[in-house]
Every structure is written in structure tokens, then in C-alpha cells.
């Protein structure tokens, strides 16, 4: 039997109260004997504003994610016969040592015991005729709170909440919620909104607290190359693509979880295409230039090295890949992005609405040292391909207008409001109103075919899809056919992997 320590504002054993559903899941799923099944709910429609519910049946728990962050803010206790709960070395319930034999929540008389008075709680009648006339007792602690089956016939204003719960009109309590806040009436309408206390980074058993790096808590994207990484507790990090070393990341952010070398090309064949009034210049509006397409697939389809050998082999063999293989990806799983390392390349221009001093950019690194040129942001989105190879990480662009007419453009908004407000931005980068058409098409991608994540980058229609089909295929429910279909859309500096259900899978920076 399961037993697992209760906290008060804090969590249930090592389910910690703001922990990120990423690292909640590594957790759960490193235990298959203590946690056999892992059910998770989620609104397909809107999987970011919705939150995220995870159902351990085996362990009758119940647990509540945030959409926007996906940090654990309510652990829900549905069935005290399946895990033991212990409060200051001292049981919730005495579990029968027979199997088979059906267990009784805890009575208000030993909760009383274990945790002393407390104020008047909330008395909630029947909810339906199934409900036997039994309406529900919400008793209150500090992070805590007690649902206890109550008569509705004896219940009376005026009565005090010890002598209700203590008469046989009170039955033992049914379930137990865990949360951060001073009681439960005062939290549950904002349940969802404040930003968690806690840290989102569940303490690794192999690595102290003390060399956990800070966790990011949003990355601002200032074009021009500049990405600001603000942290909880540390000043932030600035990212200058074409700038920032190797030497840098890992002293700022620590190891990567895992290093990819890149090794894939079969986008190349789009590095060519860019606007018309851009062919001579280095810079291309393209996302395609650059080999950015593949760029943006490969980071989020591997999490391990596995290719690393094979790539330095070849690279030993072939003088002309020496330079490729040199590149790689370090993945930062529990930061919830990865960063292209490569050679120095020309950012991204500055966003027109920004101010001239934000377009100043010192890059002193050589042009035969690697350094970071692209970063790839996860969003986690419930129902993606990749789900839950990182963790969610929240991010906002930052166009330097002052006005702020374009309204806010962040990772939570639907990609259609970002397309028109970026659209609207860099209005006159293209030579002419149907060339900005062309490349404002999706790309589709499949990321459900092939035996491994490696192979499963395949073009369907590339960017002459025309409107019409993509209107006809938004139809298509999220879980049906091509469901593992995602499409690529290109601005400056900026590739957003898009869902079917307009949400943004990932962005990747350049």
C-alpha cells in the first residue's frame, strides 16, 4: 500500500503544490508498481485555457493542472481505501489488514484530534435526487480541506459546525483537497489565476536543491536576435543569437539534459525560396531559409543523443560534413526549450515598430567558434506529438511599440489573433500583396509517421496549400484523421508550429 505524507499548503508527499505537470509525470511514471494508471483529461478545443486533470484511479487521487503555466494547484484525495495518508506520524485511517474489506473516510471527531478547531466551514445541499438527501459539509484548515456527507434534515444555520459533524446525521469524510491558501472558500474561484508559490522544478532525487539551476519563468522575444530569459529568483538571462557561447548557456542554465547533433536535411530542398526584393541579401523573411524548417523539427522530436556517435563517425570520414556535424541541439527538457548551436549567422531583423536604441546588437563571437542561433520554445500542448518531452515554457514578443496598439502576443493566444497582429507588423517586408500570401501558407508536417521520432518529419503539401483545403481540414475533429498533422508559419525571426486547434505547439526563434 501506497502511503504518502500529508502537508498542508504544500502537497501530498513528494506531490508538491506548483510543481509543472512535466516533472509530475516523469515522477508518476518512474513508479509503474505505486502508479499502474495515469488518466489525463484535457479540453481538445482549448488546451490552454483549460486546465489539465490528471485521474490516478489505483491511488484514488485526483489531481489539477492550470492550462496556461500546467502547475499542479489542487491534489484531490476521492477514495482513502487505496493509499495511506499519514499527518505528523499519525494515520488519516486506519486501513483493514483483510483485502477486499471497504475502508471509511476519517470522522470529523479524529480530524479533530490530529488537527485541532478551526472556523465554520460551508454547507452545500443536494445537488440531485441521487444524492439520497445527503447535501456536503465543507470543513476548512489552513491548505487543507474536508468534504464530510451531511443529512440535509439536520442541517440548521444556527447549529455550530462540532456539534453537526460530531451527530450521527454526519457521515466519515468522502474526500480530502490539499491547496495554498488560508481555506477553501476563500481559493477556489481564483484556484486557477494567481501564479504558483512554489517552484515548478520537482527536486530531483539525484540532484540536490542547492545545483538545481533557477527555473525560467517566461522568455520575452525582442527580435534582432535578443531573447530575455526571466527567472524566478535570479537576474534575467539575456540570449544574443549569433553571441552567447556554448561557455555561456551552461553557466547560466547548467548542462543540457541531453545534446542532439543534427544530422537531418530533408527540408533543405526549401533553403532556396525567399521573397523577391530579398534574393541578393543574406536575410530572408523565409522560415525556410536557412534550413530553419528542419531546424525547428528535429529539437522537438529528440531527447536523447543517440545519434552522436554516428554523426562524429561520419564526420571523421567526410571532411565536407565536418561542419554540420559540429552542430547540435542542447536540449533543456526541464526549461522546456532547446538551443541551436552552430556557426554565426545574420539574425533576425528588429521588429519596425521598435524604438532605434532597441536595435543596437553587439556580437563579438568569431565566425569559426559556435554559438547559439536559434531557441526552440515548447508549449506542452496536451494532444501534441511531443507532449510532455518538456515542460511548458511561457513566452511573450515584445515589438518594442510603445502604443501597444497590437495588444499582447504571447504563448497563450491563438495563432490566428498572433497571425493578424504580426501581419499588421511586418506589412511591408514582402515586395507585393501575393507574395505575402505565398508565404504566409502553412507547411503541413506529420509528426505521426515513421518507426522514431527521427523519422517523423514528412512533407504533405508544402506551402502551395491552398485556403480552401485548410479550411476544409480544421474541420476534422482533433483526435481524427491526421491528428498528428501540425503546420509550419513563417514571420522574420519567427517559425510557429501550429495545431489543429489553433494553439501553438512550439516557436522557434531565430
Known amino acids: 500500500m501506497l502511503t504518502l505524507q500529508v502537508n498542508p499548503n504544500k502537497g501530498l508527499g513528494f506531490l508538491a503544490l506548483g510543481s509543472s505537470l512535466h516533472e509530475i509525470l516523469i515522477r508518476l511514471k518512474a513508479q509503474p508498481d505505486n502508479y499502474p494508471n495515469i488518466d489525463i483529461s484535457y479540453a481538445p478545443a482549448n488546451p490552454l485555457s483549460a486546465p489539465v486533470i490528471l485521474n490516478l484511479p489505483a491511488n484514488g487521487l485526483r489531481l489539477r493542472f492550470d492550462g496556461f503555466e500546467q502547475t499542479l494547484r489542487l491534489i484531490e484525495v476521492l477514495d482513502f481505501h487505496r493509499i495511506q495518508l499519514n499527518y505528523n506520524n499519525a494515520e488519516f485511517v486506519k486501513l483493514p489488514e483483510s483485502r477486499g474489506a471497504t475502508t471509511a473516510g476519517p470522522t470529523f471527531r479524529h480530524i479533530y484530534h490530529m488537527m485541532g478547531p478551526t472556523f465554520p466551514g460551508e454547507y452545500l445541499p443536494p445537488v440531485s435526487p441521487s444524492s439520497k438527501g445527503l447535501g456536503s459539509y465543507i470543513l476548512s484548515y489552513p491548505g487543507i480541506a474536508f468534504s464530510f456527507p451531511l443529512q440535509s434534515s439536520a442541517w440548521k444555520p444556527e447549529l455550530d459546525h462540532v456539534s453537526l459533524l460530531s451527530s450521527s446525521a454526519a457521515l466519515p469524510a468522502k474526500s480530502l483537497t490539499v491547496y495554498v491558501g488560508s481555506s477553501w472558500q476563500d481559493i477556489r474561484d481564483n484556484l486557477l489565476k494567481p501564479s504558483p508559490p512554489s517552484p515548478r522544478l520537482v527536486p530531483s532525487p539525484h540532484r540536490s536543491k542547492d545545483h538545481r539551476p533557477d527555473e525560467i519563468e517566461l522568455v520575452r522575444i525582442q527580435g534582432n536576435g535578443k531573447l530575455e530569459m526571466m527567472r524566478r529568483s535570479s537576474p534575467s538571462l539575456q540570449i544574443l543569437l549569433g553571441g552567447t557561447t556554448p561557455q555561456d548557456l551552461v553557466m547560466e542554465l547548467g548542462p543540457p539534459d541531453a545534446i542532439y547533433y543534427k544530422n537531418d536535411h530533408r527540408l533543405s530542398i526549401h533553403r532556396t525560396r525567399r521573397p523577391s526584393h530579398q ?9 525556410t531559409s536557412e534550413d530553419n524548417l528542419t531546424d525547428t523539427d528535429q529539437s522537438s522530436t529528440h531527447s536523447n543523443a543517440d545519434n552522436s556517435d554516428d554523426e562524429s563517425d561520419a564526420a571523421k570520414m567526410i571532411k565536407d ?27 533576425s531583423p528588429p521588429f519596425p515598430t521598435s524604438t532605434p536604441g532597441d536595435q543596437d546588437c553587439v556580437r563579438t563571437s ?12 515548447h508549449g506542452n500542448v496536451p494532444g501534441s506529438y511531443p507532449f510532455n518531452r518538456y515542460r511548458r515554457i511561457r513566452w511573450v514578443i515584445d515589438t518594442g511599440d510603445a502604443t501597444d496598439k497590437h495588444g499582447t502576443l504571447d504563448s497563450e493566444s491563438p495563432f490566428a489573433a498572433l497571425s493578424q497582429q504580426l501581419q499588421q507588423i511586418w506589412k511591408g517586408t514582402y515586395g507585393s500583396d501575393s507574395e505575402e500570401i505565398s508565404f504566409q501558407r502553412g507547411m503541413v508536417l506529420n509528426r505521426g509517421w515513421g518507426d522514431s521520432p527521427g523519422d517523423s518529419c514528412e512533407l504533405l503539401g508544402g506551402w502551395e496549400e491552398s485556403a480552401d483545403a485548410a479550411k476544409k481540414e480544421s474541420n476534422i475533429g482533433v483526435d481524427g484523421p491526421g491528428s498528428g498533422n501540425t503546420k509550419l508559419f513563417g514571420f522574420p525571426g519567427l517559425v510557429f508550429e501550429v495545431l489543429k486547434n489553433d494553439a501553438v505547439s512550439s516557436l522557434t526563434v531565430y
Open 366 to 377: 568569431g565566425k569559426d567558434h559556435l554559438v547559439a542561433t536559434k531557441v526552440i520554445l
Open 279 to 287: 534574393q541578393s541579401q543574406p536575410y530572408s523573411a523565409s522560415p
Open 321 to 347: 560534413n565536418f561542419c554540420s556535424s559540429s552542430e547540435c541541439f542542447y536540449n533543456y527538457f526541464h526549461h522546456g526549450f532547446d538551443i541551436f548551436m552552430s556557426y554565426p549567422t545574420n539574425p
